[in-house]
């Protein structure tokens, strides 16, 4: 059974910065991605940024110059540091896990965490 566990979540003011942190734990043979949604109230579970575990990434446009994605392969962890945070980044981000387990490809998904930007 695959796990991940999601911190980092919070209140804070606008141009503000946050780090997500996300951990994976289970029967994982090898990862393919990790990364990151979010959805905000009355919007649609978007893509906030993803990373292979061979190193490509790939963010939002709305995110992208003020989000960067890491991951440690061998801890199984990906984190995202979000920088210059605006109140529209307000929203429940999900931690998100593309992986093989036992000869197939499956997908896991966090539980979320509210991230709250306001002033």
């Known amino acids: 059974q695959v796990q991940l566990v999601e911190s980092g979540g919070g209140l804070v003011q606008p141009g503000g910065s946050l780090r997500l942190s996300c951990a994976a734990s289970?029967?994982?043979?090898?990862?393919?991605?990790m990364g990151w949604y979010r959805q905000a109230p009355g919007k649609e579970r978007e893509l906030v940024a993803r990373i292979t575990s061979a190193g490509s990434t790939n963010y939002a446009d709305s995110v992208n110059g003020r989000f960067t994605i890491s991951r440690d392969n061998a801890k199984n962890t990906v984190a995202l540091q979000m920088n210059s945070l605006e109140p529209e980044d307000t929203a429940v981000y999900y931690c998100n896990l593309i992986y093989q387990t036992w000869g197939r490809w499956s997908d896991s998904w966090g539980q979320g965490t509210q991230v709250t930007v306001s002033s």
């Open positions: 289970g029967s994982i043979f090898s990862i393919y991605s």
